[in-house]
């Protein structure tokens, strides 16, 4: 086996996927999203980003930041920046767009304030392509977004770290935050268009940022036994050992979510030792009274 051979079977999504390292529940906590377009190179931690606008969007709370900026190598854009809000409420989840000359001139409205900005009507796709945070979203993100692009798909960005490198490529759908993992243009287009109609596309989906992991793994288990693909169909409420899942028709689940050991071992991420790992798991969802 020659060096390249050698150094794409350690990559870490290829490890990932050999295993079937389980995706759900393991999409970021987020309920609000913060995307801001940088057309320049992004550092490796965002808390540490040298434009102390941006450093202090990171550690707001009740924020997730995002950087993002169009597909394609190279793409340096005038004029002002996109900047999108996003709340991925059940009941009221949205996204607007601002425009600012610089990140300083964005205020975060406080957690119960409406979004400022022009509404957006089409979902978004943002695609991780953080090379600094692991080479597999350098590659296989940006393959992905490339090729959205040039299959003629609307609403895609380039993103920063949405977190799980080894299932790229990842993705992140707004407004309804949903998360995906091993998309590839098919998925991925899938995942985009069920927001359209408000629905989610539930493969390859590594759960809803609004809820807890074990919430994520509720949530879909309780999907996948009934079909809904409502997006704003279910509430989460985290309980002693797994979850409380309600339908807006008044219908209620107990989905109890353990942790089990994986396959393993596999590295979390490229360069880093592998280790062993282990996953949320759901026990067939229990109807409540």
Same mark, same amino acid.
């Given at each position: 086996?020659?060096?390249? #051979?050698?150094?794409? +079977? ?9 295993? @079937? ?35 202090? *969007? +990171? #550690? ?25 809000? +996003? ?16 990140? +300083? ?23 991780? #392509? ?31 770290? *949405? ?10 759908? *707004? ?8 998309? @590839? ?63 807006? @028709? ?40």
């Amino acid at each position: 086996m020659d060096a390249a #051979t050698t150094r794409e +079977a350690q990559r870490c999504t290829v490890l990932s996927r050999a295993l @079937d390292e389980p995706l759900a529940g393991t999409a970021p906590v987020a309920q609000r999203w913060v995307c801001v377009e940088q057309r320049s190179a992004w550092p490796q931690e965002l808390a540490a980003h040298p434009d102390p606008a941006l450093a202090a *969007l +990171a #550690t707001t709370p009740g924020w997730r930041l995002q950087l993002i900026r169009r597909p394609g190598r190279g793409r340096h854009d005038d004029g002002p920046l996109h900047v999108y809000l +996003a709340d991925t409420a059940p009941g009221r989840s949205h996204t607007t767009l601002l425009t600012l000359d610089a990140p +300083a001139d964005l205020a975060l409205p406080a957690p119960d304030e409406p979004l400022p900005g022009t509404r957006v009507d089409d979902p978004l796709l943002m695609v991780c #392509t953080h090379g600094r945070r692991d080479r597999c979203c350098a590659l296989d993100g940006r393959a992905l977004a490339t090729a959205l692009v040039a299959a003629g798909e609307p609403h895609i960005w380039e993103s920063s770290h *949405l977190g799980g490198h080894r299932f790229a490529p990842t993705a992140l759908v *707004l407004p309804t935050g949903y998360l995906y993992g091993r998309l @590839d243009v098919p998925s991925a287009i899938a995942a985009r268009k069920a927001a359209c109609p408000g629905e989610v596309e539930p493969a390859r989906c590594r759960g809803r940022s609004t809820w807890s992991p074990r919430g994520q793994v509720a949530e879909l288990a309780v999907r996948a036994a009934t079909g809904l693909r409502d997006a704003d169909a279910l509430s989460v409420t985290d309980a002693p050992g797994g979850a409380v899942v309600t339908a807006r @028709d008044g219908r209620r689940w107990a989905v109890d979510v353990s942790e089990v050991a994986g396959e393993g071992p596999r590295p979390p991420s490229c360069g880093v030792d592998a280790a062993p790992f282990s996953a949320l798991q759901a026990t067939a969802p229990r109807a409540l009274a």
